[in-house]
């Protein structure tokens, strides 16, 4: 057995898995390295995939031609489509999954990946060796160690890999330490040894390492709670799912449960604060703002007299369930004595406690937009190491650097997403120009462009741009061709049937729209709030002839039709706007300017700009402390 590869990616969870495929895919020979073949792609936290702005991702994800929404329709056990109030633009899918399901579903794709091969171990060190030149201009970096490149890794087990890139996506596992009440344990998660001595190895390259904290609620034991006492929550049974390929969810559909804490709760876990490592010292790192603990909960919003908790399933075969809403690092029986004050879990059995997990991540803004280092060259980073919350982000920043690091062997150009044309780009854009100061977490807030960034049309955005540079199959394009044909054949048709007021007014008043004055072309009435294409379709029989000819995707398609005709002079606006700020991203300054000589520019300008080095204008905007004048002093250079 040979251990030289093209593209090595340092740990198996959902940046791994999606970075190790990509590349494999893209032909690059490529190794994913895991602790334990067991726990690939595996659910620390919620066993649920999306979620609001998340669900945009892995359908970003999909349309690309990565897996990770394919594998969520196939191990299902609810689904529901979020913010159906709203507009489309915050209509966002999630799905509860199986877990051990999601684990062995993923594991049989990566088994079957041409160019790819597995490896069970710890990587312990980065090994770099000098490169022939350099440009890095990196703060930490000195002249000794600024002109270095990867050339392998060892592992604990004394096998030397070579390769020109490595990905690292290792997750909470650098020095990861988990707390529990004053309790404290070295591990990656609950029964899992850490990684030790490869962050220390990373950092010397001059790479910046910090700390961050993320916790996960404890799991119970079914048998032991009262459902009659808290509220059911089904999911939907439509045709909603991740993937724009495959078939439709196969396994049993299961409920959530609702329930809420109380003052005696609140009470009980008051007295158990001291022992908190969040407030008694024990825990100096920063956490999730917007995944608060349940102490954290207690202690910010000290007015509430209850909480809301989401009781959901592991799986389909299985007891356990995750309790969503108490994320906790409090001693053990502070937890169960408090949640048995819940009259739901009076009987209450768990089959092991919430606990806190400290980690390494390493300065984002020490990367392109490509996620390879500045510092060191062919290393890229992915995940959670990048100081990002969540399966959805990591399994993003996971695709994008495996298909970077493939293009790198390549010799070709980096693969950089913008933000108008998916989260994803958003999502590295903001770590790479802004960096992080708290586990970042993707929201549809963070989108200047949401109404383009749409959870029904990422096939329109991203697959025949993902064809083109050999991700997405032939058969993927195929199918958005068809898809994008129908869409266009329906939107023709709407905008060129005249529709006569006699014939359709009475069917308008039952629908409790407007009556017409005269006639209209349909294009109008589908843009009525009141109406779609399916109760039109009632009203015209001729619209219904048309709607009942699509064989393929119906529903999918006669949506993703209806948004694009409801929302066009939304979305033609936005794009009119896009365009004018992507001339700002065609301006290309790096290299071009030494920051700190300029003293035209704010004191903050030029220390923001000297660190991060904007690929263009429009990053250097986008940059805190970089204010228009300071952008306006660089165009007025630029034209000289």
Same mark, same amino acid.
């Given at each position: ?480 061709? $068809?898809?994008?044909? *129908?869409? #266009? ?6 905008? &060129?049937? =005249?529709? !006569?007021?006699?014939? +359709? ?22 843009? $009525?709030?009141?109406? *779609?294409? #399916? ?6 029989? &001729?619209? =219904?002839? !048309?709607?009942?000819? +699509? ?90």
């Amino acid at each position: 057995m040979e251990f030289n590869y093209d593209v090595i990616v340092v740990g198996a969870g959902h940046a791994g898995c999606e970075a190790a495929t990509a590349a494999a895919k893209l032909g690059a020979k490529t190794c994913l390295i895991t602790m334990d073949m067991n726990k690939i792609a595996q659910m620390s936290c919620n066993p649920a995939i999306g979620g609001i702005a998340k669900g945009q991702i892995v359908r970003e994800i999909d349309a690309l031609g990565g897996h990770t929404g394919e594998v969520t329709d196939a191990t299902a056990i609810q689904f529901r489509m979020l913010n159906r109030s709203k507009g489309p633009a915050m209509w966002s899918p999630r799905a509860q999954c199986d877990r051990a399901k999601f684990i062995w579903t993923w594991r049989e794709i990566l088994e079957n990946t041409e160019n790819l091969s597995i490896w069970q171990d710890q990587v312990v060190e980065l090994l770099t060796e000098k490169s022939q030149t350099s440009h890095v201009k990196m703060p930490n970096v000195t002249r000794e160690n600024a002109k270095r490149h990867v050339c392998g890794l060892r592992t604990m087990q004394g096998v030397i890999f070579k390769a020109p890139c490595v990905i690292i996506t290792a997750g909470t596992f650098l020095n990861g330490l988990m707390h529990i009440g004053r309790t404290k344990i070295p591990g990656g998660r609950c029964a899992e040894l850490p990684s030790l001595h490869l962050s220390e190895s990373i950092a010397a390259q001059g790479i910046t390492v910090g700390r961050m904290k993320t916790g996960t609620p404890v799991r119970i034991d079914g048998r032991s709670v009262d459902f009659s006492l808290m509220q059911r929550q089904d999911g939907e049974a439509n045709f909603h799912k991740f993937s724009y390929m495959g078939e439709p969810r196969q396994l049993p559909q299961l409920p959530c449960w609702i329930t809420y804490t109380n003052e005696a709760v609140h009470e009980r876990l008051r007295a158990a604060l001291p022992d908190s490592p969040l407030y008694n010292g024990q825990i100096q790192s920063i956490g999730p703002r917007y995944c608060p603990s349940i102490e954290t909960k207690l202690v910010t919003f000290s007015e509430r007299s209850e909480h809301q908790l989401f009781l959901e399933p592991e799986g389909s075969s299985t007891r356990e369930l995750y309790l969503n809403g108490f994320s906790s690092s409090l001693p053990i029986d502070a937890q169960i004595e408090a949640l048995k004050l819940i009259p739901a879990f009076r009987n209450l059995q768990i089959y092991r406690p919430g606990y806190a997990i400290e980690y390494d991540y390493f300065d984002p803004t020490q990367l392109r937009h490509s996620l390879e280092s500045k510092i060191v060259d062919g290393l890229f980073m992915a995940g959670q190491v990048n100081g990002t919350t969540g399966y959805e982000e990591a399994a993003g920043q996971g695709l994008v650097a495996g298909v970077n690091a493939a293009r790198k062997i390549a010799g070709q150009e980096p693969f950089v997403m913008r933000r108008d044309e998916s989260y994803i780009g958003v999502l590295i854009d903001d770590l790479v120009t802004k960096g992080v100061d708290e586990p970042y977490r993707m929201f549809t807030s963070r989108a200047e462009y949401r109404i383009l960034l749409r959870q029904d049309d990422a096939d329109a955005r991203l697959t025949e741009r993902s064809y083109e540079m050999g991700l997405a199959s032939r058969e993927r394009y195929e199918h958005w061709l $068809r898809k994008k044909q *129908t869409i #266009s054949e329906i939107e023709n048709f709407c905008s &060129t049937f =005249s529709v !006569k007021a006699a014939l +359709i007014n009475p069917g308008l008043k039952a629908l409790g729209s407007e009556e017409l004055q005269r006639g209209c072309k349909l294009i109008d009435l589908v843009m $009525r709030p009141q109406l *779609t294409l #399916s109760n039109l379709a009632t009203l015209i029989p &001729t619209l =219904s002839d !048309k709607l009942n000819s +699509i064989k393929d995707r119906r529903d999918e398609i006669i949506e993703a039709a209806e948004v694009r005709m409801k929302y066009s002079g939304y979305i033609r606006r936005e794009k009119e706007i896009a365009e004018k700020i992507q001339r700002l991203e065609n301006i290309r300054i790096k290299g071009h300017f030494n920051y700190e000589d300029i003293k035209s520019l704010s004191t903050e300008a030029r220390q923001k700009l000297a660190k991060i080095d904007p690929e263009t204008m429009a990053q250097a905007s986008r940059i805190p402390g970089v204010s228009p004048s300071d952008i306006n002093v660089l165009l007025v250079m630029m034209n000289r």
